[in-house]
């Protein structure tokens, strides 16, 4: 079975400052990946970021890089310069296979509410 | 590209009453869709993963009878929720899966807002 664990309910940062948003999680496949989403009010999931569990490198895409560290099992999630526009809920997000093993799924955990206060 | 749209947005209805919910993929083919449920200021919870001209794999828990998926064709999925109850009040959200290089990537659609009075 496959666990997203995201331990902050609720994050508060300034404006144009960074911010690291918490996830670990646990598996026994091999291969695997991790994606990060956004949640606006509006209810709509907005990709963000993805890392494979292969990729040496840490994903980064413009003011979003994912702190991959596979040893910690933990894949954070780093927002740059924070806007105010980044003010939503942040679900860190697993594929892997389902228990049939015919299908990939994504296994969602809690998510964190990020406030920028301006 | 990779667009995802869901009908209704949102709708009301009584009691007892039955709501399809469509998702579209628009601009692809997918040959899995996935249905997810979210209560307020609650996670994504996967209900059921479709692929296209077989029966839909509900996840523990998830009553087939009561939550109907049917997967017509590569870009249509249908979810439809029988003699609803307050209960079944939540945001259903689907995805489509589309393979791309070597990311199996889901796009979700806008949510449906459902309410049973």
């Known amino acids: 079975a496959q666990k997203i664990t995201q331990t902050q309910p609720g994050m508060f940062v300034q404006e144009k400052e960074a911010v690291t948003l918490d996830c670990t999680y646990d598996t026994s496949d091999q291969s695997y990946g991790l994606f990060w989403y956004k949640q606006p009010s509006s209810g709509e999931m907005i990709f963000l970021i993805y890392?494979?569990?292969?990729?040496?490198q840490n994903a980064t895409e413009g003011r979003y890089s994912l702190n991959f560290q596979k040893a910690r099992k933990s894949a954070n999630l780093v927002i740059s310069a924070s806007q105010l526009g980044d003010s939503a809920m942040y679900f860190c997000?697993?594929?892997?296979?389902?228990?049939?093993?015919?299908?990939?799924?994504?296994?969602f955990g809690k998510g964190t509410l990020l406030t920028v206060n301006p | 590209g990779a667009v995802v749209s869901q009908h209704p947005s949102r709708v009301i209805c009584k009691s007892g009453t039955s709501v399809k919910i469509e998702c579209r993929s628009l601009?692809?083919?997918?040959?899995?869709m996935f249905w997810y449920r979210q209560f307020p200021k609650q996670s994504l919870m996967l209900m059921a993963t479709s692929n296209e001209g077989s029966k839909a794999t509900y996840e523990q828990g998830v009553e087939k009878d009561k939550f109907l998926i049917n997967h017509a064709s590569l870009t249509l999925s249908t979810l439809t929720v029988t003699s609803a109850h307050p209960e079944d009040s939540s945001f259903y959200i689907c995805?489509?899966?589309?393979?791309?290089?070597?990311?199996?990537?889901?796009?979700f659609g806008p949510g449906t807002r459902l309410t049973v009075l």
């Open positions: 997000a697993m594929r892997g296979r389902d228990s049939g093993g015919s299908n990939y799924k994504l296994t």
């Open positions: 995805s489509a899966s589309r393979f791309s290089g070597s990311v199996d990537e889901q796009f």
């Open positions: 890392q494979g569990s292969y990729d040496e």
């Open positions: 601009d692809f083919q997918a040959t899995t």
